[in-house]
C-alpha cells in the first residue's frame, strides 16, 4: 500500500507560478512511477507528467511542455510539480499519483491517489 499526500495550490493570476508537492508512504519500488494528472469541471482526467524513482527520464504531456518541471526527492519520497507561465486552461484538480508498474499516462493504471488539490488561474 501507497498513501499518497499532495499540498500546493491555490489561487494564481496567469503568467504566475505554484508548486506542487506529493508525499509517499509506504512500500515503493526503484520501477514504480510517480505521475501528476489533472481533472478540469466536465473534462476527463488527464495526463500531465510522470516519473520514476530509479530512472533518469521524466515525461511531460505537450500541454505543460517547457512550462511544467516535475522531480524527486528519493530519500524523502516526495515529488514536486514546478508549474511556471501558469495559463487559464490550467485550472483543474491536480492529483498525484503511483503504481508499480511503469510509465504510463493512462490514469487508469494508476493503483493509488491522493486527495487532490485545487489550481485556479485567473486571467
Known amino acids: 500500500q501507497v498513501q499518497l499526500v499532495e499540498s500546493g495550490g491555490g489561487l494564481v493570476q496567469a503568467g504566475g507560478s505554484l508548486r506542487l508537492s506529493c508525499a509517499a508512504s509506504g512500500r515503493t519500488f526503484s520501477n514504480a512511477a510517480m505521475g501528476w494528472f489533472r481533472q478540469a469541471p466536465g473534462k476527463e482526467r488527464e495526463f500531465v507528467a510522470a516519473?520514476?524513482?530509479?530512472?533518469?527520464?521524466?515525461y511531460y504531456a505537450d500541454s505543460v511542455k517547457g512550462r511544467f518541471i516535475m522531480s524527486r526527492d528519493n530519500a524523502k519520497k516526495t515529488v514536486s510539480l514546478q508549474m511556471n507561465s501558469l495559463k487559464p486552461e490550467d485550472t483543474a484538480v491536480y492529483y498525484c499519483?503511483?503504481?508499480?508498474?511503469?510509465?504510463?499516462?493512462?490514469?487508469?493504471?494508476?493503483?493509488?491517489w491522493g486527495q487532490g488539490t485545487q489550481v485556479t488561474v485567473s486571467s
Open positions: 499519483a503511483a503504481n508499480n508498474r511503469g510509465l504510463y499516462s493512462n490514469p487508469r493504471l494508476y493503483e493509488y
Open positions: 516519473l520514476t524513482w530509479g530512472g533518469l527520464s521524466t
